[in-house]
């Protein structure tokens, strides 16, 4: 099956400096790929996705790159702030019905 | 309001007594999802169904059954619980897009259901 990993699984940034995550997967029969923010004590929200068939995509201060030829994508979030502090998962899916997801990445915005 | 439910949200039992945590959806989506999260570990998908009458394992599925009788509702049933099930248990729904091979799936998780198995 599909084998997802994630880095860095911990990531402190200061306040108004960017932050990435990055991910990698192995089966190249994946063709969507989303990101989820989970809040310490929440469920995950999905924050941004992308489709195998587009390079880049962003919403306001989130892009996400997608890397086909070497199987791997990453988050991208600017200007980061305090709000940001949370566990972000990576994930892919093969025709949105199987997903695997990374292992998270624990933000921590330091004000 | 649209949302995932479930129930319970806490529960504490004993290995082997049998147990069900019910996910209900109010968005008539198609799709619907169970996930553990595990510290280290991440979410892993247990079982999903894409209708009604239409269930597939994921990629954790021993010891757990799931039913889809009404597009509404996706119940996770554990036969006979052991300590290894110990976990955070998440229900998510979608509205299930499907555009040639280009299909995603935005999935809207439930509140989360923490099951402690002794």
């Known amino acids: 099956g599909e084998n997802v990993e994630q880095h860095p699984s911990t990531l402190s940034v200061q306040e108004g400096d960017s932050a990435v995550i990055k991910c990698t997967y192995s089966d190249s029969a994946s063709n969507y790929f989303p990101w989820y923010k989970q809040e310490l004590g929440k469920r995950p929200q999905l924050i941004i996705d992308?489709?195998?068939?587009?390079g880049e995509k962003k919403d306001q201060r989130i892009a996400v790159t997608l890397n086909k030829t070497a199987k791997h994508f990453s988050l991208h979030i600017t200007e980061t702030q305090p709000e940001d502090s949370a566990v972000y998962f990576c994930?892919?899916?093969?025709?949105?019905?199987?997903?695997?997801f990374g292992t998270g990445t624990s933000l921590t915005v330091i004000p | 309001e649209a949302q995932v439910t479930q129930n319970p949200r806490y529960l504490i039992t004993v290995t082997g007594k049998k147990l069900t945590v019910t996910c209900s959806q109010n968005m008539n989506h198609e799709y619907m999802s169970w996930y553990r999260q595990d510290p280290g570990l991440g979410l892993r998908q247990i079982y999903y169904s894409m209708n009604v009458e239409v269930t597939d394992k994921g990629d954790v599925p021993e010891g757990y059954k799931v039913s889809r009788k009404e597009k509404r509702n996706f119940p996770l049933i554990l036969e006979s619980p052991s300590p290894n099930q110990t976990s955070l248990y998440f229900c998510?729904?979608?509205?299930?897009?499907?555009?040639?091979?280009?299909?995603?799936?935005?999935?809207?998780f439930g509140p989360g259901t923490r099951l402690t198995v002794l």
């Open positions: 998510a729904s979608s509205p299930l897009q499907l555009k040639s091979v280009y299909s995603y799936n935005e999935q809207f």
């Open positions: 994930a892919a899916s093969i025709a949105g019905n199987q997903f695997y």
């Open positions: 992308i489709r195998s068939n587009v």
